[in-house]
T-cell receptor
């Protein structure tokens, strides 16, 4: 299993749709997980941190499944402004830095 | 609060030339990271500093890449000589804690987009 692997996408959804992305990780000892958002030609920005079973922030929900070693990001009521690439990040074995997935691209259309 | 600053924003060079990038982290942040992001990929860590010491440079191609963080604040990343495959965005990030970059929120700068011809 790769250290961090994401749904390849792209995901094309209409406004108002609910969409979910998955991210699998290999380091079973990981205690923290991150979702970053990256707009086209911009830097990644932290969207959500996950330290236990999950986290919710408005329309965004991150869920952690330790047994199966994956985290998911659920976006409800998609907006045009949600169009971006979503990067999953997991600590490396030493816990000193983050390993990023390739990202999943979301395109929301009207 | 000022964010992570990087310069230049864009650079075009020919292969075998040298190039240097500069990063100024958020004030008070102990840990600084340099990432390489190739088109269609996630950021890949090149080197991580805690204050002015190197924590991890295992993925830094040391035959051509070098980095320093003098006085534990600003940092420079140099490529000499550049290859075509070095074309990428070079992102600098910083985080507050020195306890572990795997748990601390990282703040990214706007990046330097390098094109090697």
């Amino acid at each position: 299993r790769k250290e961090v692997e994401q749904d390849p996408g792209p995901f094309n959804v209409p406004e108002g749709a609910t969409v979910a992305f998955n991210c699998t990780y290999s380091n079973s000892a990981s205690q923290s997980f991150f979702w970053y958002r990256q707009d086209c030609r911009k830097e990644p920005k932290l969207l959500m941190s996950v330290y236990s079973s999950g986290n919710e922030d408005g329309r965004f929900t991150a869920q952690l499944n330790r047994a199966s070693q994956y985290i998911s990001l659920l976006i409800r009521d998609s907006k045009l402004s949600d169009s971006a690439t979503y990067l999953c990040a997991v600590p490396n074995q030493a816990g000193t830095a983050l390993i990023f997935g390739k990202g999943t691209t979301l395109s929301v259309s009207s | 609060e000022a964010g992570v600053a990087q310069s230049p924003r864009y650079k075009i060079i020919e292969k075998r030339q040298s190039v240097a990038f500069w990063c100024n982290p958020i004030s008070g942040h102990a840990t600084l990271y340099w990432y390489q992001q190739i088109l269609g990929q996630g950021p890949k860590l090149l080197i991580q500093f805690q204050n002015n010491g190197v924590v991890d440079d295992s993925q830094l191609p040391k035959d051509r890449f070098s980095a320093e963080r003098l006085k534990g604040v600003d940092s420079t990343l140099k490529i000499q000589p550049a290859k075509l495959e070095d074309s990428a965005v070079y992102l600098c990030a910083s985080s507050y804690s020195i306890s572990g970059g795997g748990t601390d929120t990282q703040y990214f700068g706007p990046g330097t987009r390098l094109t090697v011809l």
